[in-house]
């Protein structure tokens, strides 16, 4: 089977979303936008794609608020450097004083693949960001325990917080 095929087939399975752009540049070589090259079906449905194909269009098509992104201003200084990077994004949603509800967090990588093309991946970590953020949230009552706490999340293992006796 043709190379397309196969890497439609590879990256169809993965559960995290996985793109390749080309950099779109203006007259002066600035780049201005994105071309999608390839993206698997992740990808499709978190930018909201569906059955469309967008390969040929445009971020700055796919979502209109993309060129005025910090993501979009990241995805350019990892082509024009051409190094790799990686990034988390979260975003908040205030719930009066100091508390701050989280409403999204991702986990983004980026490698330079040359000539302008990059390929991307991500995936959607927010249910682990919220009960991170809960725990955080509850750390200030521990914090003055007497004896040794450890948070652990459950789903992994991961040690979210620690009081200094512990």
Same mark, same amino acid.
């Given at each position: 089977?043709?190379?397309?095929? +196969?890497?439609? $087939?590879?990256?169809?399975?993965?559960?995290?979303?996985?793109?390749?752009?080309?950099?779109?540049?203006?007259?002066?070589?600035?780049?201005?936008?994105?071309?999608? $090259?390839?993206?698997?079906?992740?990808?499709?449905?978190?930018?909201?794609?569906? @059955?469309?194909?967008?390969?040929? %269009?445009?971020? @700055?098509? +796919? %979502?209109?608020?993309? +060129?005025?992104? %910090?993501a979009f201003r990241w995805l350019r200084h990892i082509?024009?450097?051409?190094?790799?990077?990686?990034?988390e994004v979260s975003a908040y949603e205030p719930l009066? @004083?100091?508390?701050?509800?989280?409403? %999204?967090?991702?986990?983004?990588?980026?490698?330079?693949?040359?000539? @302008?093309?990059?390929?991307? &991946?991500?995936?959607?970590?927010?249910?682990?960001?919220?009960?991170? $953020?809960? +725990?955080?949230?509850?750390?200030?009552?521990?914090?003055?325990?007497?004896?040794?706490?450890?948070?652990?999340?459950?789903?992994?293992?991961?040690? &979210?917080?620690?009081?200094?006796?512990?």
């Amino acid at each position: 089977p043709p190379i397309d095929s +196969l890497l439609r $087939e590879a990256t169809d399975a993965l559960s995290d979303c996985f793109a390749i752009y080309r950099a779109a540049t203006d007259e002066r070589g600035d780049v201005v936008d994105f071309a999608v $090259e390839h993206m698997n079906d992740a990808a499709r449905r978190d930018i909201g794609a569906g @059955g469309e194909e967008p390969v040929g %269009q445009t971020l @700055g098509r +796919l %979502q209109p608020d993309y +060129l005025r992104s %910090q993501a979009f201003r990241w995805l350019r200084h990892i082509v024009e450097l051409e190094v790799p990077g990686g990034r988390e994004v979260s975003a908040y949603e205030p719930l009066g @004083g100091e508390r701050r509800r989280l409403l %999204q967090s991702s986990d983004i990588r980026a490698a330079p693949l040359g000539d @302008g093309r990059v390929v991307v &991946v991500w995936r959607d970590v927010t249910e682990h960001a919220r009960a991170d $953020e809960d +725990l955080r949230l509850h750390s200030t009552v521990l914090r003055r325990a007497a004896d040794g706490v450890c948070l652990v999340r459950a789903s992994d293992g991961v040690i &979210v917080y620690a009081n200094h006796r512990f």
